[in-house]
């Protein structure tokens, strides 16, 4: 295999070498209750990169950025965080993680602002009292995802593309550099997903790295500058999506290892007219839930 | 009021009841949102098991129970942190352990009986001596400042374990250090109502709260509110109605719960009304 290599080859927005890696993964495997989820990848993200990985239900989307964390454990080949081991990683500050769904946990409630605030926990010192730069940072990240009226309303009360909005929020709250995003607009409303476009459009003017798992892209797709697509745990196409230069001509783009019914959609539209491209678990395209 | 205040043993009694009536809810509120609201009662029973070794061994109960008690806690995290399938089962084990090993010890204990385990088992504020006090004092002001220190970190850990981890919080030595605490808090709590009704100074007060607050910060600093009136309510009314106090402190906070049900339920409608259009 020289996927890592041929990774290199795609980053188009810096000059290989310039930039340093932010996530990497050689020959990873990972087994879940016994159950093999990802086969061997080998991946290198470059600092400056909006990736997207794609793919069906079940396919390893989560658990391959999940597994690029440190959150869960390879069962084989290696995996490293700005090149070093997500154990012995400690420039935490660096990653914003915006987790699948917000979790409500015992219930006690808890503000908008109160989660968004938590967002800067990697920036805080123990014993040191919240600053002006805390604040105005909370303050703007509140402001980005258009949620600044909702600070004091309980998070349980919002509706998921407000509560997926709050978590994004908290993570924006925290400046990183990286951007690591789980499905962040499954089961989104149209308003919430023009929201995050337009938060995302700004991520990467600011030359932010983004590492994004979704189902569909929608409004997202023209800021994708490369996807990375799985099935049954390999990376089955890694490279550019075409931004939809002819629209009936489908942007979908995938190597030949690929099937055709394999799920790659930056546009939802293309659904209804091109109901082949359905992906092959044959759910719904919004229901997200994988783990 | 007076009255009750000319006793040396109802101060000694009023002031562990004014820590502990802080101090449990604060943990509380992140042991409920960590959904494990049962921790308490299990550590309790464990704890049992180290008061019974105090009066083996000839220690004062407290610190063999405070012992025994954060022992218990750090198993139990482990546990939880283990597997998810056969935590329920492993922490059950332990409870019984617990209170087993409470009584084979006691009956071994010279002059030990199971009716020396029942102050401990459903609290005996009126014996509480001026160095119970001391103990109190000290474990209080380690839960509060634990709180104060950590209650940012806690908030992120309790909220997400993951989210915790991506933020480089140190997710192991901050769960040890909430089971610590609830331990050390169950022991405080001990004399004040009972090993067996500890939980509920840690659980009702947060219930209580949350049904009309609407941020995290606000529900901690209302359930201590909560707590404290009912500690000290609980105690007052039971040197004049004479009645158990460990008994009319829980009782008072589950009113407070009934009481907050039906205010909360207002409070909502009315938000939900003058939100709409």
């Known amino acids: 295999m020289t996927r890592s290599s041929q990774a290199t080859g795609v980053a188009p927005r810096q000059s290989p070498g310039a930039a340093p890696v932010a996530f990497s993964m050689a020959a990873g495997h990972v087994s879940l209750d016994g159950r093999p989820v990802l086969r061997g990848i080998d991946l290198r993200i470059t600092a400056g990169e909006v990736v997207a990985v794609l793919g069906a239900n079940g396919s390893g989307k989560s658990t391959l950025i999940r597994a690029l964390l440190g959150l869960t454990p390879l069962s084989a080949g290696s995996a490293e965080l700005y090149g070093l081991p997500p154990a012995r990683f400690r420039d935490w500050w660096r990653i914003g993680y915006v987790p699948q769904r917000l979790s409500v946990g015992g219930g006690v409630p808890a503000t908008v602002r109160e989660v968004v605030a938590s967002g800067r926990i990697a920036r805080q010192r123990r014993l040191r009292r919240t600053s002006t730069a805390d604040r105005s940072a909370v303050a703007r990240a509140l402001d980005s995802v258009g949620l600044a009226d909702r600070a004091g309303d309980p998070v349980g009360r919002l509706s998921g593309g407000q509560q997926q909005r709050v978590l994004i929020a908290r993570a924006l709250a925290g400046e990183p550099e990286t951007f690591v995003m789980d499905e962040p607009t499954a089961g989104v409303d149209a308003e919430s997903q023009r929201h995050l476009a337009g938060t995302l459009a700004t991520l990467v003017e600011q030359g932010k790295t983004v590492l994004l798992v979704a189902h569909e892209l929608g409004p997202m797709a023209p800021l994708i500058t490369r996807s990375v697509v799985l099935r049954d745990g390999r990376i089955v196409h890694d490279g550019p999506i075409a931004h939809d230069p002819m629209p009936d001509d489908g942007p979908v783009v995938l190597d030949g290892a690929a099937a055709p019914g394999e799920a790659c959609h930056p546009h939802p539209g293309h659904e209804q007219a091109r109901p082949h491209a359905y992906d092959v678990s044959g759910g719904p395209m919004s229901s997200g839930a994988e783990q | ?277």
């Open chain 2, 1 to 277: 009021m007076i009255e009750m205040l000319q006793y040396d043993f109802m101060w000694r009694a009023l002031i562990a009841a004014l820590l502990v009536g802080l101090a449990a809810p604060a943990v509380g509120t992140f042991i409920v949102q960590r959904r494990l609201a049962l921790l308490g009662d299990g550590i309790g029973h464990v704890a049992l098991t180290g008061v019974a070794l105090g009066f083996l061994t000839g220690t004062a109960p407290v610190l063999t129970a405070v012992g025994v008690a954060v022992l218990g806690a750090v198993a139990i995290e482990l546990v939880r942190a283990r597997g998810r399938t056969t935590g329920d089962v492993a922490l059950a084990l332990l409870f019984y352990g617990g209170i087993a090993g409470g009584v084979l010890l006691i009956g071994l204990a010279p002059g030990g009986s199971n009716s020396t385990l029942t102050s401990y088992l459903f609290g005996s504020i009126s014996s509480v001596t001026s160095q119970d006090v001391w103990v109190i004092g000290v474990l209080a002001a380690f839960v509060l400042g634990v709180v104060a220190i950590f209650g940012r970190e806690l908030f992120v850990l309790c909220q997400d374990e993951e989210v915790a981890k991506v933020n480089g919080l140190p997710v192991r030595f901050l769960s040890l250090l909430i089971a610590v605490t609830a331990a050390l808090t169950v022991v405080i709590a001990m004399r004040v109502v009972g090993l067996l009704l500890v939980s509920a100074l840690m659980v009702v007060p947060v219930a209580t709260s949350q049904q009309v607050t609407r941020g995290f910060s606000t529900t901690m600093l209302l359930a201590m509110v909560l707590g404290v009136v009912s500690t000290v309510g609980g105690l007052t009314s039971a040197f004049y109605a004479s009645v158990a106090p460990g008994a009319a402190i829980v009782l008072l906070a589950l009113t407070g719960f009934v009481l907050a049900l039906g205010v909360g339920r207002f409070v909502r409608r009315g938000r939900t009304h003058r939100a709409g259009p």
